[in-house]
């Protein structure tokens, strides 16, 4: 029933900036992005709270990734700068209700997501 569906994803060269989009189809506490890059486990990047906004951000991105939010939208936004080609991965976004149930689990189908590539 709960749908996070991500777009904006692309091939852009290092250095480059990608902004990518993602829509929920309900409410939520708190919303974020996880990627997956080849041969490696899905990592959480970033994530911001619907409420104040306070942002996290894995210390690998810090600094070059900004995330944003409409909650009366339910959108959440994640800005890449200064990309670099390990963050060629594929990138989805979650999110958790007010229950601090994330609507993804660790064992469920992520489905597509979207693929960020950063190459010359």
């Known amino acids: 029933q709960v749908q996070l569906v991500e777009s904006g994803g692309g091939l852009v060269q290092p250095g480059g900036s990608l902004r990518l989009s993602c829509a929920a189809s309900?409410?939520?506490?708190?919303i974020g992005w996880f990627r997956q890059a080849p041969g490696k486990e899905r990592e959480g990047v970033s994530c911001?709270?619907?409420?104040?906004?306070?942002?996290y951000y894995a210390d690998s991105v810090k600094g070059r990734f900004t995330i944003s939010r409409d909650t009366a939208k339910k959108l959440v936004f994640l800005q890449m700068s200064s990309l670099k080609p390990e963050d060629t991965a594929v990138y989805y976004c979650?999110?958790?209700?007010?229950?601090?149930?994330?609507?993804?689990?660790?064992?469920?189908?992520w489905g597509q997501g979207t693929q960020v590539t950063v190459s010359s």
């Open positions: 911001i709270s619907s409420s104040d906004g306070e942002a």
């Open positions: 979650n999110a958790a209700g007010y229950s601090g149930v994330y609507f993804r689990r660790r064992y469920d189908s």
């Open positions: 309900v409410d939520y506490y708190v």
